[in-house]
């Protein structure tokens, strides 16, 4: 019983790293209010959750330096991701409403892809520099590169969003699902599935 209390043992440290990712949620939901900031935020939690990953701690303090490092270009990437993505729920709901299932399938597949998109932007913004076009190329290039991963990632990230287009009843009442864990955990899963691909990208970092 005493070693499974340990700071060394498997018990302890799955519990910190849970506690770890509990409070990444939260400071990105926090960090995420204004919605343009939503850029900065996903891609201050993909450093974060990938630092935790590997056994690094100090969340705080890194979470807040990607943030600023990374804020500037992942706003103006997230605000037009932002515009495309409007524009594909509005077409899901108005396709919904006038029950028309081939242009809603449509739609879903389209927001299906805009997922993919955005699942790769911010962690690749996080690892290295690039203009704002040459980030979302990188994705884009990624996205079909890996397009069996991109895809998990994909419907991943965007359970929330399905949920509450398609059944919002169920949305409200995993609400504290949302806010307490389910973004830093998607995000740490996220890093451990692009940890092949980064290590193909990026050969000379260790995973």
Not at 62 to 69: C, G, Y
Not at 153 to 174: D, E, K, Q, T
Request: with cysteine; charged share 10%.
């Amino acid at each position: 019983m005493r070693s499974l209390f340990s700071t060394d043992s498997p018990f302890f440290q799955k519990l910190s790293i849970f506690s770890e990712l509990v409070f990444l949620n939260l400071l990105t939901i926090l960090c995420s209010v204004p919605i343009i900031t939503i850029g900065a935020s996903a891609t201050a939690l993909f450093y974060t959750a990938e630092k935790l990953r590997k056994g690094e701690s100090g969340s705080l303090k890194t979470f807040f330096h990607a943030f600023k490092e990374n804020f500037k270009q992942a706003t103006i990437i997230w605000i037009v991701l932002l515009a495309i993505g409007l524009l594909i729920c509005f077409a899901i709901l108005l396709y919904l409403q006038m029950n028309m299932p081939i242009l809603v399938g449509c739609s879903v597949l389209a927001l299906i892809i805009w997922g993919a998109v955005t699942s790769w932007v911010f962690p690749l913004l996080s690892k290295f520099y690039s203009t704002t076009w040459a980030a979302c190329k990188n994705a884009i290039l990624c996205g079909t590169n890996f397009l069996p991963l991109s895809l998990a990632m994909s419907i991943v990230n965007l359970v929330p969003l399905a949920l509450f287009l398609f059944v919002p009843g169920i949305f409200i009442r995993l609400i504290p699902l949302w806010l307490f864990i389910w973004f830093a955990v998607a995000t740490y899963c996220n890093a451990a599935l692009l940890n092949g691909p980064f290590s193909t990208i990026f050969p000379s970092e260790p995973s």
